[in-house]
């Protein structure tokens, strides 16, 4: 079992300018580039992680695909082991999004009710404006 950071690990940074904010390690690799078993790569302790940031500061999901390359003694000092943040839509999300397109199918299938499937539809739509 590897002692340090593997692909898909979370950390969370606990200092500097983006603190709390969630990252996936997307890369491991040596110094330079080099894979850490390549021939003249430096030791693991200097080898670096390429971080993506998944989350604000508040803990949000976003998509901004801002990289970091870190040093894995600088991952050791700066930043903790984290879990995978909640994904960014929860089941009642889901359940809206089915009540939104049931209500659009039934409105426009050739014997299905209009009024009814507007109603559906409209309060899918509702509903997920309402949690967003």
């Given at each position: ?38 021939e003249g790569a430096q030791p693991d302790t200097a080898a670096e992680v390429t971080l993506l940031r998944i989350t604000d500061e ?60 507007a109603i559906l539809a409209v309060g899918g739509a509702y509903l997920l404006w309402r949690r967003h």
């Amino acid at each position: 079992m590897p002692n340090g950071p593997t692909m898909y690990d979370h950390y969370q940074q606990t200092e500097g300018e983006a603190t709390g904010v969630v990252f996936r390690v997307v890369g491991v690799g040596g110094a330079e580039g080099r894979s850490p078993g390549a021939e003249g790569a430096q030791p693991d302790t200097a080898a670096e992680v390429t971080l993506l940031r998944i989350t604000d500061e508040a803990g949000n999901r976003e998509a901004t695909g801002e990289l970091r390359h870190v040093s894995r003694a600088r991952l050791d000092r700066v930043f903790t082991p984290a879990s995978d943040p909640s994904p960014r839509f929860e089941l009642p999300d889901y359940l809206a999004g089915l009540l939104l397109l049931a209500g659009v199918a039934l409105a426009v299938h050739p014997t299905g009710d209009r009024l009814g499937g507007a109603i559906l539809a409209v309060g899918g739509a509702y509903l997920l404006w309402r949690r967003h």
